[in-house]
């Protein structure tokens, strides 16, 4: 959209009007490292709401949590989460736990019983050190601010493994009047469809029904953070939530308007860029590879061949080791379960043909190999079945994830 | 069975009376270096056969070409089998090379047109060198014999990345008439459901109608190459083929009957033990999991719920660390897709409780390290919600996997 302005970096939600933001230090993981791990997101407001969580049977206590409270429909004032306690597979007093943190930030924050949503990640099975999270709840109420600091505070708090911060604001306007949309997300291990291991925190000054704001989060969560992946695998917290004040005074209907439109693009343009962000700092990968799929029978089949592909570890180790070995692509397509016949396959690195109509063009050899060696590149299929595509960045695999992994 | 006499690590195909096998060098992977890689199976007698081959679609030419022979129906004379190369992803000429494969071997053997099936291993998307392959052939009729030498030469002719040998004979008494059966494996990487890259040649000398061959090998493939993971893909190439030659002079029919239910056992007992060489010896593994799913709501969803635990990198690095991260176990499980109660699973190492109910047992934790250390243990789950059940053996992730893989 022309008339948007895109801001990656940014200090995130602190840019929207109306939302205060803080980010503290409680000691969370036991370390006495001062490192951040409590972030709270305030508006004075109400907000209506949208969110989508992971689909995992074995959902934490916060996730649950937020289930319930976006499900009762009401008017909601904020979010506060942690990193370095999951608060998953914690039982009755994990639940308490969740309850106790959404609590205390209302009360801080002067808002209704049940307006907070609840975010947690980090390691699983333990039970979260509830007297420091409650202090730090209470020293990140007074800290509440729309600052730049306290901003960027926030959202580095929310960071696991990653290696840094993950933000966006994006502005357009509407009748004259400015809008705001930013985010906040953390990510890297663990990243795979319905949304592994990744919060992904969106604020907007704008307003909307409910039920519109749920679609179009839908919409921008399922062509950005369930179109990446690391490793395959699908937290039990997987969150992502998009809180709206309406503070710009601009107020979304149904309907495909101009604003629709605009703010579409706008929300797209934050998860996008945040999925992006998320996938290239996944866990000790060293390259991000776009695996575009077209011409299979549906859209299913499509993203079955695309994530056979992405999740294949003989596929993503010789990403990894930079080979053109275009044989296992080929073969994890034929794996994937979809319908389509390898006689009329055409396969490319970049633009540059592999396959076609199923047979080897190796006097690209020499094109393939300058290909695979840069940081991003794109494997494309075409199966010249039907009209299903889809779209999934993936990454390499390699020695690093493994030792990083084998012990937490 | 009490009576049947299992001798692992055997000379293989060359223990069944009936059979001739040769191993030959004829430098099919272009080094020079004397390896043996191509493997002759030969009976005189007429055999039925049996097989089960891959369900990729990207299927090589020598499956597209044994798929058809075995659907002709026709008696049988004999395998011939190449490392090195897998001939897939080599459309017309591919196709007619493994044809040459068959037709060489069929004259050198003096046996009838399409009574030889053909299989292939090794890397995709490169012509066989075809005339050092027709040389092989020739000099392997020529050294065909029943001795254990060459049932030696045959079985390590067709290993690839294997570091082992993979045989067993088992024999049995019927009736006062001994019956043998003998197989030879190869496996290593991309081992999955659907018998990634692994070929399993088995032989006896008991006969039975063309059928019950087919039904009795379909159980073994599922309860063995089937119920195994080391990197989750599934190859262009895998093939199991039984070949019957009724040399013993003892005849199964259809029915539960007793020689029914021995050579049940005996088909079993080779295909689980060269099942289990073949995840033993996963490339760069330093451990083999089992995987035991019981109390799911029917047995698809035991085993996805034992594929996804299996298949997870996070919990397979985790294996390797050797770190009791039961999180990334139960996470795994509700990422699975299976419908339980994550409330009322139960989950072991061993036999020492993790969770009970959905509770974590922390007391156990100097025990789960312990097992955990271990080259083998048992992780086993009860859903509470069924009685489906699978079991699945599954191999840690090292980086040397990584490192293996990066190029060919």
């Not at 400015?178 to 795979?192: D, E, L, N, S």
């Not at 979304?252 to 934050?270: D, I, Q």
């Amino acid at each position: 959209m022309r008339d948007m302005k895109i801001q990656e970096n940014s200090p995130g939600l602190s840019d929207v009007p109306g939302f205060r933001v803080a980010g503290v230090a409680c000691d969370i993981r036991g370390q006495g490292d001062g490192r951040l791990d409590l972030a709270l997101v305030s508006s004075a407001s109400p907000c209506g709401a949208a969110a989508v969580f992971t689909r995992n049977r074995v959902a934490a206590a916060p996730v649950a949590l937020s289930r319930e409270l976006l499900g009762r429909g009401k008017a909601f004032h904020g979010i506060v989460a942690n990193s370095g306690n999951a608060n998953a597979c914690t039982g009755k007093d994990g639940m308490s736990d969740a309850k106790t943190m959404a609590r205390l930030a209302e009360q801080g924050m002067g808002a209704p019983p049940g307006s907070v949503f609840v975010g947690s990640t980090g390691r699983i099975g333990r039970l979260l050190p509830i007297d420091r999270v409650e202090a730090g709840i209470r020293e990140a109420v007074v800290n509440l601010a729309s600052t730049p600091e306290q901003g960027e505070r926030a959202a580095d708090a929310i960071l696991t493994s990653d290696t840094c911060r993950k933000t966006i604001t994006v502005r357009f306007e509407h009748e004259g009047r400015p809008v705001t949309v930013a985010g906040m997300a953390k990510g890297a291990g663990m990243i795979q469809p319905d949304m592994a291991t990744m919060l992904a925190f969106i604020a907007t000054d704008l307003t909307a029904p409910p039920a519109v704001l749920q679609e179009m989060l839908n919409a921008a969560v399922a062509a950005s953070y369930n179109a990446i992946t690391v490793d395959g695998d699908m937290s039990t917290n997987d969150t992502a939530i998009l809180l709206a004040n309406g503070e710009s005074g601009v107020r979304l209907t149904e309907g495909e308007g101009e604003l629709t439109r605009k703010f579409r693009a706008a929300l797209g343009a934050v998860n996008d860029c945040l999925a992006e962000k998320i996938v290239s700092d996944g866990e000790k990968i060293t390259k991000v590879v776009e695996v575009l799929v077209t011409g299979a029978a549906d859209d299913s089949d499509a993203e079955k061949v695309a994530r056979t592909i992405g999740n294949s570890l003989l596929v993503k180790t010789s990403w990894y080791g930079e080979d053109p070995n275009w044989g296992r692509l080929a073969s994890s397509a034929g794996a994937s379960g979809a319908v389509f016949d390898p006689e009329r396959m055409d396969l490319f690195y970049n633009d540059v043909p592999v396959l076609s109509s199923g047979v080897p063009q190796p006097e690209n050899l020499a094109r393939w190999r300058e290909i695979v060696r840069r940081k991003k590149f794109t494997v494309r299929l075409d199966l010249h079945t039907g009209r299903g595509s889809f779209r999934l960045l993936a990454t390499d695999l390699t020695e690093g994830y493994v030792t990083y992994n084998m012990s937490e």
